[in-house]
């Protein structure tokens, strides 16, 4: 599996995590405090990761990004989309 389909796979432990209970999974927790939480969550990431990216320190940049991609897959998922709606609404305007 490379890494980028890794995300796909990502996307299936996030379902599965979701439906487990708020006390056994992080992923479970933030689907129960809603989308407005995960949105808020998802903003955080996104200006943790501008910030090292400015800072120039690509082993933070690498880590705040992938926290910025879980809580947006987090965020994606709680909305009924999927990656691949993402996906196909990019191949649409660069078609």
Do not use: C
Not at 75 to 94: P, Q
């Amino acid at each position: 599996m490379s890494n980028i389909e890794f995300l796909t796979e990502l996307e299936t432990i996030i379902e599965e995590r979701s439906k487990a209970s708020p006390e056994e999974s992080y992923t479970a927790q933030l689907r129960q405090k809603g989308i407005p939480f995960i949105a808020q969550k998802v903003g955080e990431e996104a200006v943790e990761t501008i910030i090292e990216a400015l800072q120039g320190n690509r082993e933070r940049l690498t880590s705040e990004s992938a926290d910025l991609v879980y809580h947006l897959l987090v965020l994606l998922n709680n909305s009924d989309l999927s990656l691949g709606d993402v996906a196909a609404e990019l191949k649409r305007r660069h078609s």
